[in-house]
């Protein structure tokens, strides 16, 4: 038992689908990195190029089967939904992303994800409270959720 241990660890080839990890996931944001996010900070409400608004939604996950980030046609890739809910209503237009995450030291992590916003305008959210939430399904049943109240806050660009 040991050898075939001692082969798989010498076989140069890391599992990069699996983490030993328990199962988990963080929420953030941020458009070309993972930004921490805390409840009660400011979420950035972002005018995009096609006229609407939307929040940058990433994150990090462990314990999961996360895919593979280089086939978005792989069928193994997990299934990661956020959600945005202001009073128990959401919000977003329900977007979902079916595409594996890109493996990291401790996991994986999906970066800069638009969760597009059922609104008019930036001023519907602007300093009000508003429930993110995320889950991923990986193709092997494992679910894994998190979420943050934020405070929604208008680009200063837009």
């Known amino acids: 038992m040991h050898l075939i241990a001692l082969l798989l660890a010498c ?14 996931a963080e929420l953030g944001t941020g458009e070309v990195s993972f930004e921490s996010l805390d409840d009660d900070d400011n979420i950035i409400i972002v005018f995009g190029p096609q006229g609407g608004y939307h929040f940058n939604g990433s994150v990090r996950a462990a314990g999961i089967n996360g895919g593979d980030a280089e086939n978005l046609e792989d069928p193994d890739n997990p299934l990661t939904t956020f959600r945005v809910f202001v009073d128990d209503e959401q919000i977003d237009v329900g977007i979902d992303y079916r595409q594996g995450l890109d493996p990291t030291a401790d996991g994986f992590e999906m970066v800069g994800r638009r969760v597009i916003l059922d609104i008019a305008s930036d001023d519907a959210l602007d300093g009000v409270e508003v429930v993110m939430e995320v889950e991923i399904e990986d193709v092997d049943g494992t679910v894994v959720t998190d979420s943050r109240t934020l405070i929604g806050k208008p680009h200063p660009l837009n």
């Open 11 to 24: 076989s140069g080839e890391p599992d990069d689908d699996v983490s030993d990890d328990e199962p988990a």
